[in-house]
């Protein structure tokens, strides 16, 4: 016998599900095939990271910093850096700062790389997962060819970096950038006008500019509803300032234009790249002096992680070792649209406008559990309050 067509099921998804690279959890109320409620639960790759940056010195910190992200080991050192050159009023040389800025964009390459395999896989495209995989090891033969890693680089030490770009790996960088430009044109028209991809991605999720800016998104997925926010414009960081990026915006708002946007990001960062190794400085790796200890105090650290603003909030207490590191990742902001763009549509869809943040759980690296007083169910991640509430935080905190 059939269920009447009101009646509502619950679909747990995770920690544990293929459809997940990562553990986490959801829960889809659907009606028929539409999802009409949605909670996610985070919190699964906890493994104490800031509680373990009060434990070690200044230096230790930056290579444990390092490990939060894989994809994202140099961006999250950088942040760290900056903020505690910033508390130490140590200058790093005009040339480290540029080689730093290299690798955060050969990174963006690699991640949006890998990012656009993990949802052509996630979309049942099995081929542009095989491609894209494929052509992402040109990248990491380059960071290899430069610091003799291919995940975690390891290039900055706190006041500068590890390695010059040499001669070697200066042509093994243009070589490389411009294969992967060749190919970032091909799978550009290919998301853009394969029907089979269309399907699971025209139209579907679409956030518009005011939701975009009332959820808080970041990032790309920002960029896509035509959110013109980019901290290495906004507050430029290392060498940006002097080597600016070009800011990609769409307006559809939909999977589509999330992919669109990353894509171009990449054609962006090609030539960035080039402009970079053409005009690097000349001068010094390392600042002479970075002292052990630094003075009492607090500063606040913004760069712009592949997936949108990181945040690092770093305090002293005067010591060797920090006396709180706070990292606020780009997922942790991105996934209240999830939860609100997945009501409506069908559960068939829910996994592409999952991947369409480019999450990455274990970046999240801590829980925060919102309950309501009186409320008995127990239920996490009371998305509903924290629009309510949280946005007007959000903007404080940014203004």
Request: net charge neutral; glycine share 8%.
């Given at each position: ?159 500068g970096v590890k390695f010059d770009l040499t001669d070697e790996s200066a042509v ?208 996490a991640w009371a998305w509903a309050d924290l629009r309510r509430y949280g946005i ?8």
């Amino acid at each position: 016998m059939n269920a009447p067509a009101t009646e509502r099921f619950v679909v747990p998804i995770g920690p544990q599900h293929p459809a997940l690279k990562e553990p986490g959890h959801f829960e889809f109320t659907v009606e028929g095939e539409t999802v009409v409620d949605a909670t996610v639960r985070l919190g699964y790759a906890h493994r104490g990271i800031e509680k373990g940056a009060e434990g070690r010195n200044w230096t230790q910190t930056l290579y444990l910093i390092e490990r939060i992200c894989g994809i994202c080991s140099h961006i999250h050192s950088t942040a760290y850096a900056v903020g505690v050159e910033q508390l130490a009023e140590v200058e790093v040389p005009a040339r480290a700062q540029a080689i730093r800025e290299i690798i955060c964009e050969l990174e963006r390459v690699h991640s949006h790389l890998l990012w656009l395999g993990v949802a052509a896989h996630d979309a049942g495209f099995d081929t542009l997962f095989m491609y894209t995989w494929r052509d992402r090891e040109t990248v990491m033969d380059i960071l290899e060819t430069m610091s003799g890693n291919r995940v975690h680089y390891s290039a900055n030490v706190l006041g500068g970096v590890k390695f010059d770009l040499t001669d070697e790996s200066a042509v093994a960088i243009l070589k490389g950038v411009e294969f992967l430009e060749e190919r970032t044109h091909h799978y550009r028209k290919v998301v853009s006008e394969d029907a089979f991809f269309l399907q699971r991605t025209r139209g579907v999720g679409t956030m518009t500019h005011a939701e975009a800016l009332a959820l808080g998104v970041v990032g790309p997925t920002a960029r896509a509803s035509g959110v013109a926010r980019d901290v290495r414009l906004d507050a430029p960081y290392v060498a940006y300032a002097d080597f600016p990026a070009r800011i990609q915006l769409l307006t559809a708002g939909d999977l589509e234009a999330r992919f669109l946007a990353r894509l171009d990001e990449l054609l962006d960062s090609f030539r960035l790249i080039r402009v970079l190794v053409a005009g690097l400085p000349a001068g010094e790796l390392t600042a002479k002096r970075m002292p052990r200890k630094l003075k009492p105090g607090e500063v606040i650290s913004r760069v712009e992680a592949p997936r949108g603003e990181l945040f690092y909030y770093i305090r002293s207490t005067g010591g060797e070792q920090p006396d709180r590191v706070k990292v606020r990742t780009p997922t942790l902001c991105n996934m209240g649209s999830v939860i609100t763009q997945t009501i409506g549509h069908n559960l068939a869809d829910v996994p592409m406008i999952l991947v369409g943040i480019d999450p990455c759980f274990s970046c999240n690296d801590r829980a925060v559990t919102v309950r309501r007083a009186g409320d008995d169910n127990g239920r996490a991640w009371a998305w509903a309050d924290l629009r309510r509430y949280g946005i007007d935080y959000y903007r404080r905190i940014r203004n």
